[in-house]
């Protein structure tokens, strides 16, 4: 089993950035897919991007609202994920989860809760106008 732990959110104001952070722990694997989705209030969770790392090459995806605005990178050294978020909106106003699959998943567009088998605690992200 992998463990997630998410930081870095916090209060932003609109046009502001934020890095979040997901560090791995446990049953970690050097060939991973890991997402991130986010939940506001009231809506379904969504998809907002994932990477995913082979031996050989590394890929990225976004939805299609936060292409151009938010990056996910990883250090494998310190088994960590990063959400760089720029250009916040509002709209981007959620609790952001992480969350892992030890075997690379490549979707075209969007991933699916049920992709990933291992997922943190949340942390909450609010963009003020």
């Known amino acids: 089993q992998v463990q997630l732990v998410e930081s870095g959110g916090g209060l932003v104001q609109a046009g502001g950035s934020l890095r979040l952070s997901c560090v791995a722990s446990?049953?970690?694997?050097?060939?991973?897919?890991m997402g991130w989705f986010r939940q506001a209030p009231g809506k379904e969770r969504e998809f907002v991007g994932a990477i995913t790392i082979t031996w050989s090459s590394s890929s990225t995806n976004y939805v299609d609202s936060v292409k151009g605005r938010f990056t996910i990178s990883k250090d494998n050294v310190k088994d960590t994920v990063y959400l760089q978020m720029n250009s916040l909106k509002p709209e981007d106003t959620a609790v952001y989860y992480c969350?892992?699959?030890?075997?690379?998943?490549?979707?075209?567009?969007?991933?699916?809760?049920?992709?990933?088998?291992?997922w943190g605690q949340g942390i909450q992200v609010t963009v003020s106008s």
């Open positions: 446990g049953r970690t694997s050097s060939r991973y897919t």
């Open positions: 969350a892992a699959s030890m075997r690379p998943t490549y979707r075209a567009t969007s991933y699916q809760e049920s992709d990933f088998g291992s």
